[in-house]
């Protein structure tokens, strides 16, 4: 989300998206808010600052870390505030083990996805840290069934050997689609909550994240293609929920609601999947991250999820 101010953010998330609220991150307020630093502090026994090149691991927690720390605290009270008495779905967002490996930097320079034991290090301390994030959530709003959404951004880049070295003259090879899948497993199995896997770059792939234990993938629709149509196929009717990104996450002209949602229409369409399932095979969503736009236009383009889902569910042929 934008701006600053946390308390207003969780107010319009938890007053506009009455069936799925989610904790906000507000990367504007610097280092710590950002998704990276956010999820760097919740590992536990990694430590990260920050350089000029971007977040680096370290010996010990240092000031980056506390603060990344006292930005979760601040944010979980505002949302303690606003779901007093709140029962149901709630998310929760936490970057994934190999974007946070592509980001972040080892003592040398290098990212440290080059890192075998580095990334299998990075994994464990996720999986209890997201474990422990999950707990902390539950305790304070108890009505909550959580959701846990876990951001892969870079899962294609790596999964495909385009993630670039520190010199910017070479790549990471391709990483090994066994070992990616079992990490991404590691942190599903640890948090005991349905996983929403989300990325919005080109050739999400639906499959591996099946396998790694999804509940639900959540992409940018307006990237799909008929070449992706029997891997969506194939999920949906395995019983995996599709987050279907079609309202813009950039400041724009809004559709009407019946408009952004056609494209999921003719979706089902070439699938030849019953149309009264969609309201339950499909969550309408921002097509990525909303921090790069106004306050004004988030709040809208949340409002029109809401709606562009309702005219989904009364009209879906």
């Given at each position: 989300?934008?701006?600053?101010?946390?308390?207003?953010?969780?107010?319009?998330?938890?007053?506009?998206?009455e069936?799925?609220?989610?904790l906000?991150?507000?990367p504007?307020r610097?280092?710590?808010?950002?998704?990276?630093?956010?999820?760097?502090?919740?590992?536990?026994?990694?430590?990260?600052?920050?350089?000029?090149?971007?977040?680096?691991?370290?010996?010990?927690?240092?000031?980056?870390?506390?603060?990344?720390?006292?930005?979760?605290r601040?944010?979980?009270?505002?949302?303690?505030e606003?779901?007093?008495?709140?029962?149901?779905?709630?998310k929760?967002?936490?970057?994934?083990?190999?974007?946070?490996?592509a980001?972040?930097?080892?003592?040398?320079?290098?990212?440290?996805?080059?890192?075998?034991?580095?990334?299998?290090?990075?994994?464990?301390?996720?999986?209890?840290?997201?474990?422990?994030?999950?707990?902390?959530?539950?305790?304070?709003?108890?009505g909550?069934?959580?959701?846990?959404?876990?951001?892969?951004?870079?899962?294609?880049?790596?999964?495909t050997g385009?993630?670039?070295?520190?010199?910017?003259?070479?790549?990471?090879g391709?990483?090994?689609?066994?070992?990616?899948?079992?990490?991404?497993?590691e942190?599903?199995?640890?948090?005991?909550?349905?996983?929403v896997?989300?990325?919005c770059?080109?050739?999400?792939?639906?499959?591996?994240?099946?396998?790694?234990?999804?509940?639900?993938?959540?992409?940018?629709?307006?990237?799909?293609?008929?070449?992706?149509?029997?891997?969506?196929?194939?999920?949906?009717?395995?019983?995996?929920?599709?987050?279907?990104?079609?309202?813009?996450?950039?400041?724009?002209?809004?559709?009407?609601?019946?408009?952004?949602?056609?494209?999921?229409?003719?979706l089902?369409?070439?699938?030849?999947?019953?149309?009264?399932a969609?309201?339950?095979?499909v969550?309408?969503?921002?097509a990525?991250?909303?921090?790069?736009?106004?306050?004004?236009?988030?709040?809208?383009?949340?409002?029109?999820?809401?709606?562009?889902?309702?005219?989904?569910?009364?009209?879906?042929?």
């Amino acid at each position: 989300m934008p701006g600053t101010d946390v308390r207003e953010s969780v107010r319009t998330v938890v007053e506009t998206l009455e069936a799925l609220p989610h904790l906000p991150e507000l990367p504007a307020r610097g280092p710590g808010a950002d998704m990276v630093g956010r999820s760097l502090g919740l590992l536990v026994e990694l430590y990260a600052h920050v350089q000029p090149s971007g977040w680096r691991f370290a010996d010990r927690p240092g000031r980056d870390r506390r603060r990344a720390e006292g930005f979760l605290r601040e944010d979980l009270d505002a949302l303690e505030e606003f779901t007093q008495g709140y029962a149901g779905l709630l998310k929760i967002q936490v970057v994934g083990p190999w974007t946070l490996a592509a980001q972040v930097e080892l003592r040398g320079g290098e990212a440290a996805l080059g890192d075998p034991g580095a990334c299998r290090d990075i994994t464990a301390s996720l999986a209890e840290g997201v474990r422990l994030h999950a707990d902390e959530v539950r305790r304070r709003v108890p009505g909550a069934a959580l959701v846990v959404q876990v951001d892969e951004p870079l899962l294609t880049a790596v999964l495909t050997g385009r993630v670039p070295t520190a010199s910017g003259y070479r790549v990471h090879g391709a990483a090994d689609r066994g070992v990616v899948e079992g990490a991404l497993r590691e942190v599903v199995d640890a948090v005991d909550a349905p996983v929403v896997m989300h990325s919005c770059a080109p050739g999400v792939p639906i499959g591996l994240l099946r396998r790694a234990g999804a509940a639900a993938i959540s992409l940018d629709a307006s990237l799909l293609t008929e070449s992706d149509d029997e891997m969506v196929g194939e999920a949906v009717e395995a019983g995996t929920v599709l987050f279907a990104g079609v309202v813009p996450s950039v400041e724009g002209p809004l559709s009407d609601p019946g408009g952004s949602v056609e494209g999921v229409r003719k979706l089902w369409r070439r699938l030849g999947l019953d149309p009264a399932a969609l309201s339950r095979a499909v969550a309408i969503t921002p097509a990525c991250g909303l921090a790069g736009a106004s306050p004004a236009y988030a709040r809208s383009a949340l409002a029109r999820c809401v709606r562009a889902a309702r005219a989904l569910a009364d009209n879906p042929e």
